[in-house]
């Protein structure tokens, strides 16, 4: 299933595996919500249905750093959860919903813990036929769990359940909290690692491949440039990871 990023699919052999599970994870300003950005409104013009949740912003500021993309599409836009659970949405055009979890998950005014949230993530993903959904970021459901163990088990749960109806999960993740990614690198059947550096007063970004699940991965990292037209692959030799 192609990513709408020419360079990344070369990478993946082609793209990612219908109805896996992917873990994007780098350091701040690397272009983590950018790539699920560009990622969504590519399946939303091919006519899937994406589900795109923001546990660490509201949603109106991911509308704003969206509406400055060249990819966007306000027609593809949907807000809010106004579905009921168990009655399937008969709207068949492609979109990208955007549901707020940031302010609820904190405080608690819209779930109770975490677990509430889950729940609510599946009824939307039934309810709805969606196909694609997106965590951005996963990190901050971190935060709500008192044990490692507990938050393994929802995750392995919520994935297995998400595999079996088909709908492909991209998750995005600070490369700084290395014990969550732990977790999710070991749930996740693709891995893609996303990296930044200073150098002559330069920033240089490089994206590479780090686990891929039922393919062959390009073991290589493949420099890149963010920006308002999205990820761009640079052109020029791949450099082999040590």
């Known amino acids: 299933m192609k990513t709408g990023i020419g360079g990344l699919d070369n990478l993946l052999s082609g793209g990612f595996v219908k109805g896996s599970t992917i873990l994007i994870s780098g350091s701040y300003g690397s272009g983590k919500t950018l790539l699920a950005l560009q990622y969504a409104f590519y399946q939303a013009q091919r006519g899937d249905k994406v589900l795109y ?3 660490s912003e509201p949603v109106f500021k991911i509308r704003q750093f969206a509406g400055n993309l060249s990819f966007f599409d306000e027609s593809l836009v949907r807000t809010g959860y106004s579905g009921m659970p168990g009655k399937k949405d008969r709207n068949h ?16 005014i819209y779930f109770n813990d975490v677990s509430s949230l889950m729940e609510e993530i599946r009824d939307m993903v039934n309810s709805k036929g969606i196909q694609h959904l997106i965590i951005d970021p996963i990190t901050t459901l971190s935060m709500l769990y008192d044990s490692e ?3 393994r088990k929802d995750i392995l749960l919520m994935s297995a359940w998400l595999t079996r109806m088909g709908c492909t999960v991209l998750l995005t993740a600070e490369a700084s909290d290395q014990k969550l990614l732990d ?15 200073e150098e002559a007063d330069e920033r240089h970004f490089s994206i590479s491949i780090e686990k891929l699940r039922g393919n062959r991965q390009l073991m290589c990292s493949q ?19 040590p």
């Open 53 to 55: 949740v923001s546990t």
């Open 93 to 108: 055009s492609g979109f990208v919903e955007f549901v707020e979890s940031s302010m609820g998950i904190v405080t608690g």
């Open 223 to 241: 420099q890149y440039m963010p920006g308002s037209e999205g990820i761009k692959m640079c052109s020029g030799e791949k450099v082999a990871i």
């Open 183 to 197: 977790v999710e690198k070991y749930l996740a059947d693709c891995v893609i690692d996303l990296r930044s550096h």
């Open 149 to 151: 163990v507990a938050m």
